[in-house]
């Protein structure tokens, strides 16, 4: 799979990314997008984005494979709401293993 690295700090999924990460990179692969960035501790996150009229067909799985790829032996971790079935699917395919539940309480 060929990943573009997104250079844009004006990209849609930079900017939301941003809000919630340090240290940001985004990568474009033909109809998803693939998010690495420090989370809360220190951690490094992936998140990804698959367009709808492609989905089913893998894309979800390659991307966080990826993303493992990408982070150099270092752990990779992911904030995945415990409805986004899709999400839980993609990343257990690609070895992700569920560690346990997480609230973050934040200021008003």
């Known amino acids: 799979m060929e990943l573009t690295e ?6 849609p999924r930079v900017t939301s990314s941003r809000r919630r990460r340090d240290d940001v990179r985004v990568w474009a692969a033909d109809g998803g ?16 984005e ?8 893998g894309l979800g ?4 494979t990826a993303a493992r790829h990408l982070a ?5 971790w992911a904030q995945i709401s415990p409805g986004n079935a899709r ?10 293993v569920p560690v346990g539940a997480e ?3 934040t200021p008003r």
Not at 33 to 47: D, K
Not at 50 to 57: L, M, N, P, T, Y
Not at 72 to 76: I, M
């Open 103 to 105: 609230a973050l309480l």
């Open 87 to 96: 999400s839980m699917r993609a990343f257990q395919a690609a070895g992700y």
């Open 50 to 57: 698959v367009d709808a009229d492609v989905r089913h067909r």
């Open 72 to 76: 150099g032996g270092e752990p990779v």
């Open 33 to 48: 997008v693939l998010v690495l960035g420090r989370g809360i501790a220190g951690r490094l996150e992936a998140a990804v």
């Open 6 to 11: 997104i250079d844009d700090p004006d990209h």
């Open 61 to 64: 799985r390659a991307l966080v």
